[in-house]
Each structure stands twice: as C-alpha cells, then as structure tokens.
C-alpha cells in the first residue's frame, strides 16, 4: 500500500523556523521527483518546492532564499526547511512523489500537514 506521510507542522512565529518531513513507502516504480506544495484557506494549491532524483531544484518565488528542500533518495524521504517564517507562509503543507513506470507517471500525495505563522 502507497503511503505519503508528512510531518513537522505547527505554530511558529514571524521570521521563525521550522522543518517538515516526508516519508513515501510502498511505491514500486522509481520515484523521479518529490515536492511540497500548499493550499492556505480560499486559494489554489501551489507549488512551493521540487526536486528531482537527478537533483535539479525549483522554487516557487516567493519562498527562494527562505525555504530549502532537501532528500534523502535512498529512503525516499524530502525535507523542508523553512526559515523566516511569514504570515502568508500559512497553509496546509502536502507532499508529492511522482513515479515512473515504463509507460506513465504515478503521482502520490500526502494528507497534508498544517503550518500556521502567527506571534
């Protein structure tokens, strides 16, 4: 059974920092790419961070230079580092690993995992 699991979330306050994980098991094709997107209250999921199991980064713009992504791909884990938090940074935060068969990519998500900015 495919799981997504993130974890980390939480309260944090103006220009703070925190760190999500995410854990993917259970996927028999080779996973190509992991991310994090966020959907805060009224709006669409955006794209927040990806990278590539060739290890090519993207960012969104208005987190480059505040957030890093990271994996480890042996344990097909990715991490994010959030650093100076702002309110707008609020939102549920989900994770996604793209898979790849032979013929089509498998796309996996998380339940999501809630950050809240706020003094």
């Known amino acids: 059974q495919v799981q997504v699991v993130e974890s980390g979330g939480g309260l944090a306050q103006p220009g703070g920092s925190l760190r999500l994980s995410c854990a993917a098991s259970g996927i028999i094709f080779s996973i190509i790419s992991m991310g994090w997107y966020r959907q805060a209250p009224g709006k669409q999921r955006e794209l927040v961070a990806t990278?590539?199991?060739?290890?090519?980064?993207n960012y969104a713009d208005s987190v480059k230079d505040r957030f890093t992504i990271s994996a480890d791909s042996a344990r097909n884990m990715v991490y994010l580092q959030m650093d100076s938090l702002k309110p707008e940074d609020t939102a549920t935060y989900y994770c996604?690993?793209?898979?790849?068969?032979?013929?089509?990519?498998?796309?996996?998500w998380g339940q999501g995992t809630q950050v809240t900015v706020s003094s």
């Open positions: 996604n690993a793209v898979a790849r068969s032979s013929r089509y990519d498998f796309v996996y």
């Open positions: 990278i590539t199991s060739g290890g090519s980064l």
